[in-house]
C-alpha cells in the first residue's frame, strides 16, 4: 500500500501529462492519457479566446469515476471568441466533462480551471465544426449530429 501511495505522490508531484497530438502520415493521432496537468494558474477572466488559434494541441483534465484526475491531448478551435473542444459520446474523458464539466485546461503553461457546456444548437455545431476544419486542414469533420462539442464558459 505505501508504494502505491508513494507512486500517486510522485505522479502528483511530477504531473503525469497526456502526450501531445502527432502527425502520422495522412492524418494526426492523439495517444497516452495522463493524470494531473501543471503550470502556471490564470485565474484572470478570459473574454476571447483566440490566442489559442496559434496552439495546436491544447490538454484538457477531467475528473474520473475513480477519484483519479484524466488528461489527453485535444485539438480546440475558437468561434466568436469563445473557446470549443469537440469530440464523440463514449470516449471516456467526454463521459467524464459530461459528468463533472468542471476540468483543467492547459494551454502552453497556462492553467485554467474552467466549466465546459455541451453545445446542443446544430448551427453553434456547425460553425465549430468548421472553424476547427480551417484550423487543421488534415482533420475529417464529422457530420454535425454526431459530433460532441463544448464550450469553456467563461
Known amino acids: 500500500m505505501r508504494k502505491v501511495v508513494r507512486l500517486l505522490v510522485t505522479l502528483r508531484a ?9 502527425n502520422a ?3 494526426w493521432t492523439c495517444q497516452t492519457p495522463g493524470l494531473w496537468l501543471r503550470g502556471d494558474p490564470i485565474t484572470t477572466p478570459v473574454t476571447d479566446w483566440s490566442f489559442s ?13 475513480w477519484l483519479l484526475p484524466y488528461s ?14 469537440t469530440s464523440y459520446r463514449g470516449r471516456r474523458w467526454t463521459e467524464d466533462i459530461i459528468s463533472h464539466p468542471r476540468v ?19 448551427e453553434e455545431k456547425a460553425a465549430v465544426i468548421a472553424a476547427k476544419a480551417k484550423k487543421y486542414p488534415s482533420w475529417k469533420p464529422p457530420k454535425v449530429e454526431a459530433a460532441t462539442v463544448f464550450r469553456v464558459m467563461p
Open 72 to 85: 489527453v491531448a485535444a485539438w480546440c478551435a475558437t468561434y466568436n471568441g469563445s473557446l470549443y473542444i
Open 104 to 122: 483543467r485546461l492547459k494551454i502552453g503553461d497556462q492553467l485554467f480551471e474552467k466549466d465546459m457546456m455541451m453545445v446542443t444548437d446544430p
Open 14 to 22: 511530477t504531473g503525469f501529462e497526456p502526450r501531445a497530438c502527432v
Open 53 to 65: 488559434n496559434a496552439v495546436p494541441t491544447i490538454k484538457v483534465q477531467t475528473q474520473s469515476p
Open 25 to 27: 502520415g495522412e492524418s
